[in-house]
């Protein structure tokens, strides 16, 4: 691995830790609101499939190490164990996912590099669900309702912008300096 893909893979976990501190709760789930996704499915994009999802799993790391890094600057494998630890695990997956769905493509599009963030969207809710679900004793639908129908609008709105994001570094010809 280069060091130049290293310090991105680093860098894009710092920022998934820096999106983690915005954060808006939500009085209704356990779920709150946060940057977190943005940079996971920039991470996806600009990494690829591989570092993408590796940046990921280091932010995942510190946190799970001690590192106050998920959401409210909460950390320890509690986190991981907890209601929405599996929104972290869809982060790693998303990040590969996004990675491999514009891998092999000379020149994405903003289409295409849209719906690739929303499939990588669709794995975080499916795995966070899943684990809400399992941790609160919840129906699927009812975790459905408290940990995805809050956050379809403003997730929408960071595949939109991310894929924007992407469209533009790579018009400045900023990717193809780094990868």
């Known amino acids: 691995m280069k060091i130049r893909q290293l310090i991105l893979v680093a860098l894009f976990a710092a920022l ?3 999106g983690a501190w ?4 939500l009085p209704f789930s356990p779920v ?6 943005l940079f996971t499915l920039l991470a996806g994009a600009v990494l690829g499939a591989n570092l ?3 940046s990921q799993v280091v932010y995942v790391l510190l946190g799970c190490v001690g590192l106050p890094v998920f959401a409210g600057g909460t950390a320890g494998y509690g986190v991981l164990v907890g209601p929405t630890g599996g929104y972290l695990f869809g982060f ?3 990040a590969f996912l996004i990675g491999k769905l514009l891998e ?9 590099i849209f719906a690739s963030m929303l ?26 309702l408290l940990g995805v129908v809050p956050f379809i609008g403003v ?8 894929a924007f994001l992407v469209g533009k570094l790579k018009r400045m010809g900023v990717l193809a300096r780094y990868l």
């Not at 915005?22 to 709760?25: D, H, L, Q």
């Open 92 to 94: 790693i997956v998303a």
């Open 104 to 112: 092999g493509r000379t020149n994405p599009g903003f289409g295409s």
């Open 22 to 25: 915005v954060r808006i709760p």
């Open 155 to 162: 997730d929408l709105i960071k595949a939109l912008v991310g």
């Open 16 to 18: 998934t830790a820096a």
């Open 52 to 54: 993408g999802a590796l």
């Open 119 to 144: 499939a990588g969207v669709v794995v975080i809710y499916l795995l966070g669900m899943i684990q809400l679900s399992l941790f609160m004793k919840l129906s699927l639908g009812k975790a459905f």
């Open 32 to 37: 709150p609101v946060t940057l977190q996704v």
